[in-house]
Nanobody
Framework: QVQLVESGGGLVQAGGSLRLSCAAS????????MGWFRQAPGKEREFVTT????????YYADSVKGRFTISRNNAKNTVYLQMDSLKPEDTAVYYC?????????????????WGQGTQVTVSS
């Protein structure tokens, strides 16, 4: 069992930055890939980024590549999402998820545990 709690969301102006955190409970965090997804009002949940169990492998959606950075600290059972150069279209609820495997993935079906989400709003 893994419980995930996101924090760090809020309101920011376009061009600004936010850092999201996802604190995990459970003994399997360090052996799981992790991911971030987001969902805007009226839209489906979409993949943002993923990181493998060790942190050595990452993958980003084209829409955030070069602006967002995922990282993890296995000693702290925490995964982070640094978001820079934010745009109004980044506005969404951001969800942290724990993968079924060591490798993460870009599909919601690759994950079996989800956080409750944190709202990110980017004003123009």
């Amino acid at each position: 069992q893994v419980q995930l709690v996101e924090s760090g969301g809020g309101l920011v102006q376009a061009g600004g930055s936010l850092r999201l955190s996802c604190a995990a409970s459970g003994r399997t965090f360090s052996s799981r890939g992790m991911g971030w997804f987001r969902q805007a009002p009226g839209k489906e949940r979409e993949f943002v980024t993923t990181i493998n169990w060790s942190g050595a492998g990452t993958y980003y959606a084209d829409s955030v590549k070069g602006r967002f950075t995922i990282s993890r600290n296995n000693a702290k059972n925490t995964v982070y999402l640094q978001m820079d150069s934010l745009k109004p279209e980044d506005t969404a609820v951001y969800y942290c998820a724990a993968s079924k495997s060591q490798w993460g993935g870009s599909s919601p079906g690759d994950y079996d545990y989800w956080g409750q989400g944190t709202q990110v709003t980017v004003s123009s």
